[in-house]
């Protein structure tokens, strides 16, 4: 096994694909990373134990790249980038090895030919779609899971209970915060006057940044004052800030995935608007694993409806809130070793049908 990615550090991605890496069966498997990484942390050196072998990339040219994986007669060569920062989608190009997939990282496909399939599930790309994409792709149990950190903080109970008004929270990029997202949040907050909406990305420590979304929000009839905007926190503090948030509100088009699963992990439910590309369902796959379809909006109206009635019910979300992490834990999302094992049984099928359709092939010629 081969994964590429610029990504072995700490970063969204790595929470996604590095279980994956760091629980595979090394009786049945070697694993090779070819890392693209400049400023390595201890999530580097987590990967770097767990692998067999570790080839840095950087200054290492395409073509150089595909030769070193042919010499290392990888089988089957795993994208982890996508087309983000740092892929090396034109090594896959040159097709160094003879099965190819992308996963986890990009959580989409990446249009190349030379890549044979893509991880997904059926909710993240209905049937309807798959003749869309140039991979084909197989089904995992859930596009992605999480192994929560060690430092993951206790569950708090509903903040809404105790002296502070019940508080929305996005805490995603807030380029993924669209125009038309900020006109349901107005749309909430004016059904519920006491509520209010906590907001938190790093790019927010510039006053500039912070200035803009209020006014965009105040466009929505938010007013500054029933709005709180955080920056950047450590890990560990940035966690704990669920403690402060009764219900998440996931944005789109873009929604969330790592930062959905850690609001799940810290007990508090997300209400997602499910649409039309593969961005806007990563939410919507996450909770159909767990079984909360109702959490699922399918239209404008209906993600304005869900957010109010559970703001209404107090009692619901907060025996919700104790529920989350034993069910995500029990789940496949959370069970990284099964969700491992899966993985791994999927990647031996391709290397099955490959070996079949090797063996086809050389007995067609030899005829």
């Not at 990888?74 to 097709?95: E, Y």
């Not at 930062?259 to 159909?288: H, Q, Y």
């Not at 209404?312 to 069910?327: N, S, V, Y």
């Amino acid at each position: 096994m081969g994964y590429v990615s610029a990504d072995f550090r700490r970063h969204s991605a790595y929470y996604a694909f590095s279980p994956v890496i760091l629980r595979h069966d090394r009786n049945a498997l070697e694993v090779v990373c070819y890392s693209g990484v400049k400023l390595e942390d201890d999530a580097t050196a987590r990967l770097r134990q767990a692998a067999h072998e570790w080839r840095s990339t950087l200054g290492v040219s395409d073509e150089a790249l595909a030769d070193q994986i042919r010499r290392d007669r990888i089988d089957i060569l795993v994208d982890l980038s996508g087309h983000s920062a740092g892929n090396r989608l034109l090594v896959f190009a040159r097709k160094p090895a003879p099965v190819q997939v992308t996963a986890w990282g990009h959580a989409t496909g990446t249009g190349l030919e030379t890549i044979d399939y893509f991880l997904a599930d059926p909710v993240m790309v209905p049937q309807e779609e798959r003749s869309l994409f140039a991979e084909e792709v197989i089904d995992l149990s859930c596009v992605l899971c999480y192994e929560p950190p060690d430092y993951l903080p206790e569950v708090s109970p509903l903040p809404a209970l105790g002296a502070r008004p019940f508080t929305f929270g996005c805490i995603n990029r807030i380029e993924k915060i669209s125009d038309r997202v900020i006109g349901l949040w107005g749309r909430i907050l004016a059904e519920l006057p006491e509520a209010q909406l906590l907001l938190k990305d790093r790019v927010c420590d510039d006053a500039r940044v912070r200035q803009q979304l209020l006014q965009r929000l105040a466009a929505a009839g938010i007013a500054a004052e029933r709005v709180r905007i955080l920056g950047h926190s450590r890990h560990p503090e940035h966690l704990k800030i669920f403690h402060e948030v009764d219900l998440g509100l996931d944005p789109f088009p873009h929604g969330g995935g790592i930062s959905t699963t850690e609001a799940l992990w810290m007990g508090v439910p997300v209400v997602t608007l499910s649409g039309s590309t593969v961005a806007s369902r990563l939410s919507a796959s996450i909770l159909t694993a767990l079984g909360m379809q109702d959490w699922i909006a399918r239209s404008d109206e209906e993600y304005v409806r869900i957010a109010v009635q559970a703001a209404r019910d107090l009692p619901g979300l907060a025996r919700l809130r104790g529920e989350l992490r034993p069910r995500l834990a029990a789940s496949m999302v959370g069970d990284v070793q099964r969700y491992t094992r899966s993985v791994e049984a999927a990647f031996r099928a391709m290397w099955r049908r490959w070996c079949a359709q090797t063996t086809r092939t050389s007995s067609e010629i030899k005829r």
